[in-house]
């Protein structure tokens, strides 16, 4: 009963680059297309599942991967910080923004908290485990953090500290226990 999960951050997206909250709707930008145009899919052979975002999904159909969308691979929700850069929020709210970033119990305004997602995702764990097959999941980095932390019971607010480039790959192995097996940079060197 041993097997892999390889979770995948999506290409970048102008607001990746900008360091802000993009919405469901923002497509990859013209540096993120290049990117994934520019090397083959981490896995051939697994089923792939995509986070519900556009950005997620154009990866997927860049690589001319059928996936099935997975709603629970959603980004956190950023409530009224979406669509906002982190320079306008810092302005805007300082102590909220740092203590969003420190603090997994304190989520953007009328959004969801990294605790909430974390659950969200050692559910959807324990569904894999069930399933007991690889799969290849394309999705954000802050679902990818606590997917990390639910795995193999890190700290959230260790996970906080951990960057996940555009196309960055996330490998977890499964055999009888969860071991976080790689972190890996996109190929090109992030953004």
Known sequence: MAFELILQCHGATRMMREGGFAADAEPLDAGGIAKIGAFGPPATGLCCVVSPALAARQTAQLWDIAAEVDPVLRDINHGAWRGRTLAEIDAA????LLAWM?????GA????????VRARMADWLAQRVAQN???WAIT???VMRAAIAAAIGMPLEASLRIDIAPLGI???GWNRIWRLQA???SP???R
Not at 93 to 96: I, M, R, V
Not at 102 to 106: E, H, K, Q, R
Not at 109 to 116: F, I, K, Q, T, V
């Open 109 to 116: 305004p009328h959004g969801e908290s990294m605790n909430a």
């Open 183 to 185: 972190i890996e940079r």
């Open 93 to 96: 709210d300082p102590d909220g």
């Open 188 to 190: 090109h060197g992030g």
């Open 140 to 142: 954000h980095p802050m």
């Open 102 to 106: 420190t603090d997994p119990v304190a």
């Open 133 to 135: 097959e690889s799969l």
């Open 170 to 172: 996330v490998r977890l």
